[in-house]
C-alpha cells in the first residue's frame, strides 16, 4: 500500500462539469455534517475511497458488530438538467500531519483534475465561545471572481481577513493548492459552538441554504434535523472515536519523541 | 535493514491451512499472555523474526546478562490430526506509529498469503475501571461467518458495538487489512483490569478456553497460573520496560519540559 | 509536489557577484524586518517560490480576504555600479523540523551556487530579558576572513562564544552548510527582547545600518519605524498566525492532555 | 545530503586487528569523558565524520567564534607492539529518533566491517540517586565469550539483569546489531549520579582502568581530572547546548503533532 491508495468501488462516470463539495471532520463538524446529509438525500453513490499509511493504525466496530478501517471516500452524483454534477468529499477523519495532508490534497486534486472539475467548495466551521443564535457563514477562497458569484443573492460574507487564524487541514490546502492548477476554490465557514462535543448543525443548514441556492440541490432543508438523529449518530461517533484515537496517538508519539531525554543507560 | 525486515530462523515448512493467533502486548497483555502461552505448551517453532528501524532503538539485558534486541517473531505448530497448523505472532513490542504498524502488518499479512493463512485471530484486553470476577470474552471480527462460528458453542458476546472505541494496532489492522486480500479474521477481546501494572492472567484463560474448544489445542488450562509466573515472568519483565521508556519517564519530563522556556537565537 | 519544491516567477537574470540576505521568522523577528524592509525599499523582484510538504498544512486569509499558502520566497535586486547584486530570503514561516530544514536549506543552496553567489548573511535576534536600550550587533560566521572584514568600521561584537546557545534553523544552518561549499556567511545577531509579541524592530535597524554601511545599499532607516506600522503589519500577522498553531494552542491541549489516560483495546 | 553522509578527512589507513570504542553524550557523559580523554591522551587522528538531516537543525559558536556543525565522527590509532588498532567514535550527539538511531548505527558498523574491526567496546552510563563514592563498572553484551574475557582480572560486575532498563540509543543499538554481523561487543557501565549537570569523571576513571588494563592503552589516569577541566570544558558545553536544543525541537516537534487538535478552523 502506497502512502495514499485510491480504489475505485465503481466504474468511473463521465460527469458533467463536476463541483466538487469537501465536508470532512472539523470544528463543529459542520462540513462532516453538511457532505454526509447531500450524500444522503441526493442517494450519491460511492465513487472510490482512500486509503493510507498515515491514517489512524486502528479500526471501529460498526452497528453490525463488524470492523471498518478509518476512511475518506469520494461520493458523485449526477445532476439532470443542471450545470453541474456534484463529487462528494466524506470521511471519518483528516489525515493525521502535514506531509500526509499535503500528499493526500494533491492525489485528491490529481482525480479532480481526471473528472474535469471546475469548481471547488470546501466547508468548516468557526468555532465561537457560544452557541451562535443565527451563525453567519463566512467565505474566502483562490480568486476574487468565485467569491463574488457566491456572495450574490447569498449574503454570505468575505470579510474573514483579522476574523480568523490559519484554515487548517484539506478545507484549507484544498483552496491553495487548487489555485496552481487553475481550478476556482471556496471555503464557507459556519460559526459554530467551539466546544469539541457540539455538533454544528446549526451553521451547517446555513450553508447548506447556501449551497442549495447557488448550486440547485433541490434539498428540502426541514429534514435536516431529524435525519441528523439517526443518519448522523452512527458516523460522527466514528469520528470522535478516531479524533480521540490520534489525540492518543499524537500523544503516544510525542512520549516517544520525549523518552530520549530521559534517565536512561549509555 | 528496510523498512520491516524479515529474517527466517527454521526451514519454511509446508503448513495444513494455518491459522495465525495474534498475541502482542496490549492492555492487560491479554494478547501477550495468550500466546507465549500457547507456544510454550505446544512447544511451538520459532520459524522468522521481524525487525524494524521503527523499532524502539534500545536492547535489554535478559536473564542470561546478554543484550537483545527487540523483537517480534512468528512461531509455528504443526497439528498432526487437526483440520489447522498454528502460526502464532508473539513479541516485546508493537510497531511505534501509524505508518510502521501499517506497514508492518501488511508485511506480515504477505507472508501469511504465503502460507496460505486461512483464518486469523487476534487477541487483545478491554480494560475495565476494576479487576473482572469472571471477565467476559467479546469477539469482533470482519465478516459475520467468522462472528457466528466463533460464538457457536462458547457463549461470546458479539454486542461490541458501542461497548469499546477504535482497536488500536496490529490487533485491529489485522481484522481491517486481511479483509481486502479474503481472510476472514476476528478479535478474541477480555474484559481485564485497566491498570498498567495488571496482568490479564483470568482474562487470557477465557480467551484460551474459547481457542481450546475451537480449535482444539488440548492445553491443559489448569497450569497457566503457575507456569504464568515462570514463563512469563522475563518476557513481561521486557515488555514492560520497553513500555515504560515510551510511557512513565516521558510523562515526568514532559511535565518538566512545561515549564521551560524556549528562548533561542534564529 | 516534492518533498521541497522550487517554482520560479520570473525569468532568471544574470546577476553580479550576488550576496543572499537571509531574513526569515525568528526572535524578534529581526531577520524578517530587516530582510522585508530591503525588499521594500529596493523594491526588489520576486525570483522564485519554495513549497514543501514539511511546510504548515494550511492557508491564512490575506488583506484581500482571498487565501495564501504559507510560502518562503527569493527576491533579487540588481544593483547597478555596486559591486554585488541582491538575493533576499524572506518568508512567513521556517520548516517545521531537523529533516526539513537541512533538506531546504540544501535546496537554497543549490540554487545559490547556479547563481554564483559569493557570500551570504544571516540575520537573527538574541532574546534578552529585558528590552535593549541600543541594541548590540554580534556576529558569527564559517570563517575568520568575512568576521573580520565585516567588523572593520560596522563595530559589530564578534564575542559570541559563551554568550548564546546553538543558532538554531535556516538562520544557523546556512552557516554551517555553506562551509563546505566554500561559499563564507555570516551571521548578524541583534539584541533584542524574548517576549513572543515583542517586534525587534530596534535590533532590525541596527542590522541594517551595518548592512547599509558593508554593501551599500543606500536605504534611508528613518522610514523604518513609519514603514514598518504599514508594510510589516500584515506579514507579521501571518507569522505570528502559523507560529502560533504551532505554539500556544498546544500548550492549552499539551496540559489537557496530560491528565487524560489512555486506556484502549489492543 | 542522504539520511546519514560518511565525509573521510584523511587517508584510509590499513588497521591491525582494530577495536571500535563508542562514547557519544549520554548519563553523566561517562562514554563521552572516555572517548575524549583516549583521543586526546593517544593524539589519535580523525578519520571520518557523520552528518545526518536528523542531527539538530543548529550550529553552536566555538571557542575560536566560529560556527560548527553538530557532528560524529571517528577516529583512530595506530597501536605499535599491541595486539588491537583502535577506532573511537566520539561526538556532540546522538541521533535524533527511532529510525535515524538504527540506520546511523547499521552505516557505522557497515564501515566497521570494512576496516575488519574485531570487537566493539560501548559505554555508558548507569545514573543513580547520589553521587557513588567508587562507581562500579557493569557490563552486558552479546556473547558469553566476551563478557568472561573482559571480566577477567578486572572485577566488573555482568549481573545487569533486573539492575537497569534498557540500554538506548547506539550505545545499545551497536551491541544489538552487531551480533548478526558476528562481531564481538560489550558495553562498559559505570555507576554515576543521574543529574542532567553532573559530569562523570569518577565512573569514566574506573571504565578507563578497565579499558587501559584489558587493551593496553598505556595512559596514565591521573591526568584525568587535570585534563578534564581544559580539554572537555568546551565539548561538554556543546553537548549539553545540542541536548537542550534537541529537547526544545522534540518539544516543537510535539507541539506541532498536537496542534492537529486544537481548535482550527475546517
Given amino acids: 500500500m502506497d502512502y495514499v491508495t485510491v480504489r475505485y468501488v465503481a466504474k468511473k462516470p463521465k460527469l458533467n462539469n463536476p463541483i466538487l463539495i469537501e465536508g470532512l471532520p472539523g470544528i463543529g463538524n459542520v462540513g462532516k455534517v453538511v457532505a454526509d446529509f447531500i450524500i444522503e438525500k441526493l442517494k450519491a453513490k460511492k465513487l472510490y475511497e482512500f486509503s493510507s499509511y498515515s491514517f489512524p493504525h486502528s479500526v471501529f466496530v460498526n452497528e453490525k458488530n463488524l470492523i471498518e478501517l478509518p476512511k475518506i471516500e469520494v461520493y ?49 466551521g468557526i468555532g465561537l465561545q457560544a452557541i451562535p443564535k443565527k451563525p453567519t457563514v463566512f467565505c474566502t477562497g483562490n480568486s476574487k471572481e468565485i467569491i463574488a458569484r457566491y456572495k450574490k443573492g447569498t449574503g454570505i460574507n468575505e470579510k474573514l481577513y483579522g476574523v480568523v487564524g490559519p484554515i487548517v487541514g484539506v478545507t484549507g490546502l484544498l483552496l491553495g493548492l487548487s489555485e496552481p492548477r487553475g481550478i476556482p476554490a471556496i471555503a464557507l465557514l459556519a460559526e459554530t459552538f467551539g466546544h469539541p462535543m457540539y455538533l454544528g448543525v446549526k451553521g451547517a443548514r446555513e450553508v447548506l441554504k447556501v449551497i442549495n441556492k447557488k448550486i440547485g440541490l433541490n434539498i428540502n432543508l426541514k429534514d435536516l434535523d431529524k435525519e441528523i438523529s439517526s443518519l448522523e449518530k452512527e458516523m460522527l461517533k466514528r469520528t470522535e472515536e478516531f479524533s480521540n484515537i490520534s489525540k492518543r496517538s499524537a500523544f503516544k508519539k510525542l512520549k516517544q519523541k520525549l523518552k530520549e531525554e530521559t534517565s536512561y543507560i549509555g
Fill in 76 to 124: 458523485y452524483k449526477e445532476m439532470k438538467r443542471k450545470k453541474h454534477d456534484l463529487l462528494l468529499l466524506a470521511g471519518d477523519i483528516q489525515p493525521i500531519d502535514e506531509e500526509s495532508c499535503y500528499a493526500f490534497t494533491d492525489k485528491l486534486l490529481d482525480i479532480c483534475e481526471e473528472f474535469g472539475v471546475k469548481e471547488i467548495i470546501t466547508i468548516g
